[in-house]
Every structure is written in C-alpha cells, then in structure tokens.
C-alpha cells in the first residue's frame, strides 16, 4: 500500500472532459486552430453542477467540429455596447450617433447591461422589448413602438458586429428576440391637396411662409431645408440641390450629409421660383435694415430676422400654431393636425396617386432604393393596382 503524504492533495481527475476544482466544475475541449489547424486543449469553468458542465461540454466539442467554437469572454453587455459605440464614433453622422447614445445610456444599460455578452438569449431581449413597450418611460409609462423599435436597431447593430467582427458571439439573438407588433407611423397623406393649399395660404403672411411652401413642393427633408443654400438654388431652371443637411444635438446645430449620403437635385414648378424670389427679397431688405448686426455668414435659404441660420426645431414647432391660427377663423373646416414631416408624405402621396413612376418619386424624396418607397407608401401603391385593371381596359377600348 502506498501512503498519500499527509498534507499533499490528490490531483482532480478529469473524467471525459469535465472535473470538478474546489466548488466548481469545468470542461477541457480541444480546438484546431483555424490557419495552422493545430490543435490546443481550451479549458473552461465556472459551473455550479457536473450537469451544467457536461451541458456545456457537448456544445462546445458541437461547434469545435463545425469551426464555429468561440473563446469564453467575460465581459458583459453594457463593458461591449461601450467600447462598440465608440469605435463607431467617426462612422456614424453626428445626429445618428446621439440616438445610439441615448437608446444605449436610457433604456439599454440600465436593464441588460450587466449581463454577461455570451449568456444574452433571444428571450432576455424579448422580455425587454416587452418591458420598455409597457413601463420604459417616464414615470413608469410605456414607450412609444417606435422608440422600441429604436432600440432594437441599435442593439441588433451591435451583435451583428460582435459576431462578424469581434468575433465573441456564435449568432446574433438580437435577430431571434421577439419585436412586439409595431404599426408603421409612416401613413403619409394625412392632408388632401386642397387642405395643404388652405394651409399655405394662411400660411402666407409668416416670414418663414416660403419654408413650407418649398417643403410641400420639394418633398425634401426638414433639415435638408435648413441647411439649403442661395448658391444650390437655381431659378431660372428651376431647381435646388440638396447636399446636406442640419440637426440640433444637445442644444448645438451641427451639420451633415444627406441621409442616404448623397446629394440630388430636385426641379421645381415655376410657381414656387416666384415664392422663392419674393422670400430672397424680403431677406434682403431684412439684411438692410438690420446693417451690421446682421449675422448671416453663410448664404442660407432661410434664416431668422438677424441672418442667423434657423434650428429645425423652429419650424416643427412653428408649425402647428400656424394650424391653430387657422382652425380659429376657420372652425367649420379645420384641418386635421399635421407634422411637418407630414408636407413631405402629402408630396409623395399626390405624386403616386397621379401616375409619377415609383423611382422618380424615390429619387425626389432622396431615397437610396425605391423600395424604401414602396414599402413607406405600399397603401398608395395599392390604390394605384386596384385602378389598373380599369385604366388597361379603357386604354385598349380608346384605341
């Protein structure tokens, strides 16, 4: 009989793979590199059973075979999602790059941050959808869909790089979570035609008039229309480019491209050239009769009375009390409350529901694909089948 030293402890024996140290269990597999294909045992523990870690085991030796096993990686959801957004920092257009921030910092962290990345599971995201749709806000109220939606963007950007670049998750579960039902908010058309002329009529006597008359006949973007210069105007053709746009951020307007990235030019009717000429002449007579003080540096379109070029703010907000102004001498037939945004769908709208061919529409809104267009306004495009038969049928029938 051999005898064990007295304070000598015996060596854990590994059984198939798996061995219990101190409290724990662990698993050893063994992995091939994926260049040189040699093969090195990879240790892994942590486990409170024999079972958890047998579990694990046998998924791990799964994924080895398949060239898809992945190193263990301790750090947690909030440690990536940081060090993910400010890799992305120069990529991502400044206004673009608050809203992560913000789904990341509000509604992000706080509720899944502290997971570890390698154990987040479809079911942990869905449940936060489902708790940010019902208590995510304020004061414990549920979110709008679309800032859950929001979020959900943000988060799947991220896994999809941890697992095509950073390569420490298997799959995304981002794209296997459940995203609760959300109905588009992009309905568009919200105003008829005649609705629309009412309101730039009474729109008309504002200095800033020239604003949403150019917004309803452009179908440009808010900030792209805030960023518009003298020297990308053309009214003899007539025409604008648009090549940028502007955004507030923290209280800061800041400056960018187009959303799509690329510049367009969009013509114009001959009746919104005049608009256009008048506005240049009144900023004109602005800029005299303020003299020095005038502060524009930057030949804008549109700007405030000392030249300084207009928050996009301004304009949504000024928006609806000019709705108001007119519902009060007009309670008969008020219009129905509108965005801003919702000039630019009433552009589209008519433009579809005339015959305008889908991609010019796409190309006028700035669109990068006219699916984009299609998918915003698939009930217009419906409308537009429902005719279609008729219209084939009264064509043959005239010829």
Same mark, same amino acid.
């Given at each position: 009989m051999t005898n064990t030293p007295k304070n000598s402890k015996a060596t854990p024996k590994v059984r198939d793979g798996v061995v219990k %140290? #101190?409290?724990?269990?662990?698993?050893?597999? $063994?992995?091939? =590199?994926? +260049?040189? #294909? +040699?093969?090195?045992?990879?240790?892994?523990?942590?486990? &409170?059973?024999? *079972?958890?870690?047998?579990? !694990? %085991?046998?998924? @791990? /030796?799964?994924? @080895?075979?398949?060239?898809?096993?992945? *190193?263990?990686n301790t750090i947690t959801v909030a440690e990536y999602l940081d060090e993910w957004i400010e890799g992305h920092a120069v990529e991502i257009k400044p206004k673009t790059l608050h809203g992560y921030r913000v789904m990341i910092r509000l509604y992000l962290v706080p509720n899944i941050g502290r997971l570890r990345l390698q154990a987040l599971r479809p079911a942990a995201i869905t449940k936060l959808y489902r708790d940010l749709l019902t208590?995510? #806000? /304020?004061?414990?109220?549920?979110?709008?869909?679309?800032?859950?939606?929001?979020?959900?963007?943000?988060l799947r950007k991220a896994l999809t790089d941890a697992v095509l670049v950073d390569e420490i998750l298997p799959n995304n579960p981002a794209e296997r979570a459940k995203l609760p039902r959300i109905q588009s908010q992009e309905a568009g058309g919200v105003w008829t035609p005649a609705q629309l002329r009412a309101f730039l009529d009474a729109a008309g006597t504002h200095r800033l008039s020239a604003f949403f008359h150019l917004a309803a006949y452009s179908g440009a973007r808010r900030g792209e229309l805030c960023n518009l210069r003298w020297a990308d105007v053309d009214l003899d053709t007539p025409q604008i480019r648009v090549s940028g746009s502007s955004a507030v951020i923290e209280g800061q307007r800041v400056e960018g491209t187009t959303k799509?990235? /690329?510049? %367009?030019?969009?013509?114009?009717?001959?009746? &919104?050239? +005049?608009?256009? %000429?008048?506005?240049?002449?009144?900023?004109? !007579?602005?800029?005299?009769?303020?003299?020095e003080a005038w502060k #524009? &540096?930057?030949?804008?379109?549109?700007t405030t009375g000392w030249g300084e070029p207009i928050f996009p703010d301004t304009v949504s907000s000024l928006m609806p009390n000019l709705i108001k102004t007119y519902n009060d001498t007009n309670p008969k037939q008020p219009l129905p409350r509108a965005r801003l945004h919702d000039l630019r769908h009433v552009h589209a709208t008519t433009l579809l529901l005339a015959g305008v061919p889908v991609h010019v529409v796409a190309a006028r809104l700035g =669109?990068?694909?006219? !699916?984009? &267009?299609? $998918?915003?306004?698939?009930?217009?495009?419906?409308?537009?089948?429902?005719?279609?038969?008729?219209?084939?049928?009264n064509a043959i029938k005239a010829a």
């Amino acid at each position: 009989m051999t005898n064990t030293p007295k304070n000598s402890k015996a060596t854990p024996k590994v059984r198939d793979g798996v061995v219990k %140290r #101190g409290n724990t269990w662990s698993y050893v597999i $063994r992995v091939k =590199h994926p +260049e040189t #294909g +040699e093969s090195k045992p990879k240790w892994v523990g942590g486990f &409170t059973t024999e *079972d958890d870690a047998k579990a !694990a %085991r046998d998924e @791990a /030796r799964v994924k @080895a075979r398949r060239g898809e096993y992945i *190193d263990r990686n301790t750090i947690t959801v909030a440690e990536y999602l940081d060090e993910w957004i400010e890799g992305h920092a120069v990529e991502i257009k400044p206004k673009t790059l608050h809203g992560y921030r913000v789904m990341i910092r509000l509604y992000l962290v706080p509720n899944i941050g502290r997971l570890r990345l390698q154990a987040l599971r479809p079911a942990a995201i869905t449940k936060l959808y489902r708790d940010l749709l019902t208590k995510g #806000g /304020r004061k414990g109220k549920g979110l709008a869909p679309n800032t859950v939606k929001n979020v959900h963007t943000v988060l799947r950007k991220a896994l999809t790089d941890a697992v095509l670049v950073d390569e420490i998750l298997p799959n995304n579960p981002a794209e296997r979570a459940k995203l609760p039902r959300i109905q588009s908010q992009e309905a568009g058309g919200v105003w008829t035609p005649a609705q629309l002329r009412a309101f730039l009529d009474a729109a008309g006597t504002h200095r800033l008039s020239a604003f949403f008359h150019l917004a309803a006949y452009s179908g440009a973007r808010r900030g792209e229309l805030c960023n518009l210069r003298w020297a990308d105007v053309d009214l003899d053709t007539p025409q604008i480019r648009v090549s940028g746009s502007s955004a507030v951020i923290e209280g800061q307007r800041v400056e960018g491209t187009t959303k799509s990235g /690329r510049s %367009r030019v969009v013509s114009l009717d001959s009746d &919104t050239a +005049e608009v256009l %000429r008048k506005h240049h002449r009144q900023q004109a !007579a602005d800029k005299l009769k303020v003299g020095e003080a005038w502060k #524009g &540096t930057g030949d804008y379109v549109f700007t405030t009375g000392w030249g300084e070029p207009i928050f996009p703010d301004t304009v949504s907000s000024l928006m609806p009390n000019l709705i108001k102004t007119y519902n009060d001498t007009n309670p008969k037939q008020p219009l129905p409350r509108a965005r801003l945004h919702d000039l630019r769908h009433v552009h589209a709208t008519t433009l579809l529901l005339a015959g305008v061919p889908v991609h010019v529409v796409a190309a006028r809104l700035g =669109h990068s694909d006219p !699916a984009i &267009t299609l $998918r915003v306004y698939a009930h217009v495009i419906s409308e537009q089948m429902a005719s279609a038969a008729d219209v084939f049928a009264n064509a043959i029938k005239a010829a």
